[in-house]
């Protein structure tokens, strides 16, 4: 028997030798490397980590929030609260490992904060099974719902369930060239609406050098901009779904404002230029005076206070003229919160951690003070930094104007199609120019028909999509609040 199976073990291994000689010698290294490193990888120690992990996207974050994670560490050391390492990832990788950690049902990091344009990922599905604690219970017994401006909850609710603690509000206000608009006698105060700015701008749209080419502009945003567009949309009413998660591409709101952006951006009217911002092209027009006018986000004021000091003193803010007179002169760009993975080691000790760095009146004034940011917790916006006089935007008192429409910013999804349906938007806003363009046609009156049948049927390619979804649809495509 032994002799038998002496001859077998023989055979097997001739045969592996035969086989191994086989394959050519490129594959053959590769294949034993993958060997070796799964071995080692096998059978290395593991490096255990000690206290909770916490994962963010911006560096600019991180500084600010490391002397908070050191003072909060040494209290740990002598309490029963874990201690807290905090890692800088890419805003691509933070997201792939959460949300495979949530799949995987796998230990990722135990706090995590989120951009709002990626947190539609995680509320896919029933809401029980989305990956975050739900908030909303903790936040309203600790009457913390309260202290926070409220609209800045939306885009972190799915189907009236709070996943995350928000970082910020990101009010928009108009900026503009004090000096080119004030020398050209133009009185600012009487802008109302988009259609008093088109009329009282028109003048500064101009050829600057003689060369015969217009090089300034009243606004520098352009119709392929997901980012302004979207903030027009959301200022008119409109954007991808209501609060019950019912599509609203096809709006009335989103046909006038698509309409509106082509006309500003081509034809003998046009008004607007493509200044990128965080692009050297995009700076370079803005410091050269092509730019008269621009959306600002409390977050971009501070982009333009560190990169483009040269305008320092040369601009001013405004609330964005409305839409419609009497409506609303604000918008909302942008957002973080942080959120607490399932999988997290000790959720008493993340949450007490989130509250610390999120609720903290230090790190607030540090937010406005290094990036122009203000804090969603209304009980601090009488605090006096808000109130300084700001040397970059001719001495206004910048953070007053953005907490002055704090409360107003409109309400924004968290529906997983979002993404999905602002690029269909995006499609039919650059389908409507072609059109303009091939037809001459260029007043908002001509244009408004195509946008409508343009939108209509992207809402309707949209809505076919999410009936396929059996996880998203119906009760779980994820309004704001069913109550």
């Given amino acids: 028997m032994d002799q038998k199976r002496s001859n077998v073990t023989i055979c097997n291994d001739f045969l592996l030798l035969r086989t191994l000689k086989t394959i050519p010698p490129g594959p053959l290294v590769i294949l034993l490397i993958a060997v070796l490193s799964s071995a080692t990888i096998a059978f290395w120690p593991s490096e255990e980590r000690e206290g909770l992990v916490f994962w963010t996207f911006a560096q600019h974050h991180a500084r600010m929030y490391h002397p908070a994670i050191q003072d909060w560490n040494e209290r740990a050391a002598t309490s029963d609260a874990e201690p807290i390492q905090m890692f800088v990832l890419s805003m691509g990788a933070l997201n792939r490992r959460t949300q495979s950690g949530m799949w995987a049902q796998t230990a990722t990091s135990d706090l995590v904060e989120i951009e709002q344009p990626s947190v539609a990922r995680f509320m896919a599905g029933p809401v029980e099974e989305v990956g975050f604690y739900d908030l909303t219970d903790l936040l309203r017994d600790e009457g913390i719902y309260n202290q926070l401006n409220e609209p800045s909850f939306a885009p972190w609710t799915s189907r009236g369930r709070i996943f995350g603690l928000p970082h910020d509000v990101h009010p928009v206000l108009l900026c503009y060239r004090a000096d080119l608009v004030e020398e050209a006698g133009i009185d600012v105060s009487k802008i109302k609406t988009w259609d008093d700015f088109e009329e009282a701008m028109r003048p500064l749209v101009n050829n600057t ?46 046909t006038h404002v698509i309409a509106r952006m082509v006309r500003w951006c081509v034809g003998p009217n046009r008004i607007a230029i493509d200044a990128p911002e965080f692009s050297p092209s995009g700076n370079e027009l803005k410091l050269r005076g092509s730019v008269v006018a621009a959306l600002m986000p409390d977050w971009l004021a501070g982009v333009w206070m560190n990169d483009l000091s040269a305008l320092k003193g040369k601009l001013k803010l405004m609330p964005l003229p409305a839409w419609e007179e009497g409506g609303r002169r604000t918008s909302v760009m942008g957002g973080t919160m942080i959120a607490i993975p399932k999988t997290t080691r000790d959720f ?14 230090v790190l607030a004034q540090k937010l406005f003070e290094s990036n122009h940011i203000i804090s969603p917790k209304v009980g601090l916006w009488g605090e006096p930094y808000y109130a300084v006089k700001e040397p970059y935007f001719s001495d206004q008192q910048s953070g007053m104007m953005y907490i002055d429409q704090a409360p107003n910013v409109p309400f924004r999804t968290s529906s997983p199609f979002h993404q999905v349906a602002m690029q269909q938007i995006m499609d039919a806003a650059s389908a409507l120019k072609a059109y303009a363009e091939a037809n001459d046609a260029y007043e908002i009156e001509t244009l408004m028909p195509e946008a409508k049948r343009l939108l209509e049927s992207a809402e309707q390619r949209i809505e076919q999509e999410m009936s396929r979804n059996v996880f998203i649809a119906g009760d779980t495509m994820g309004g704001a609040d069913d109550e």
């Fill in 209 to 254: 050098d003689g060369d015969g080419e217009t090089d300034r502009y009243a606004l520098g945003l352009w119709y392929t901009s997901a980012r302004d567009v979207e903030a027009l949309l959301l200022q008119a009413g409109g954007g991808t779904f209501n609060a019950q998660g019912e599509s609203i591409i096809a709006s009335d709101a989103n």
């Fill in 348 to 361: 008493d000790s993340a949450w007490a951690f989130a509250k610390e760095l999120y609720l903290s009146p």
